[in-house]
């Protein structure tokens, strides 16, 4: 999908989970919000998962070629409509928009919301220098590694 990259130098820049709004339409209609498991790849792209583990993404992935704006959404009341249940854990809101779809995500802290939308919008802007990007896939290959791996609920 970028230039920058073939398919074979793809790599995971950032990953773990998020809930995720259903589109606008389907909230209306009273579905809930899903925790997913989220990868961010070099091509631009943006992977979800039902599970960590997982190795299919569930649909295809989130195209940021087009990103227009990703930023953090404190509008709550907007996503009162949507059933989502308000306290210390999963406060951290931002949305993702490209002309296709806004995208609405929850963090478990305000620095992860943070480290996302960092990371999106660097590889957006193309601001990931080859040492940026070697530095970020070496994060998450720690975090693979690592025997603590935090699960967020």
């Known amino acids: 999908m970028n230039d920058n990259f073939t398919m074979e130098t793809r790599k995971v820049i950032h990953e773990g989970f998020l809930k995720k709004s259903p589109p606008q339409a389907k909230i209306e209609k009273g579905f809930k919000w899903h925790k997913r498991y989220f990868r961010l790849c070099s091509d631009k792209t943006l992977e979800y998962y039902k599970e960590k583990k997982e190795k299919k993404p569930l649909k295809e992935p989130i195209d940021l070629r087009n990103c227009q704006n990703v930023v953090p959404d404190p509008n709550e009341e907007e996503f009162k409509i949507s059933g989502v249940k ?38 957006n802007q193309n601001q990931f220098t080859e040492e940026k990007l ?12 690592s025997p603590q791996d935090v699960s967020v609920s």
């Open 134 to 145: 070697k530095k970020s896939i070496d994060v998450v290959k720690q975090k693979k590694k």
């Open 86 to 123: 308000f306290g210390e854990k999963w406060r951290w809101f931002f949305k993702l928009e490209t002309p296709e779809r806004t995208y609405h995500f929850i963090a478990s802290t305000k620095s992860d919301m943070n480290q996302w939308i960092e990371k999106i919008n660097m590889l």
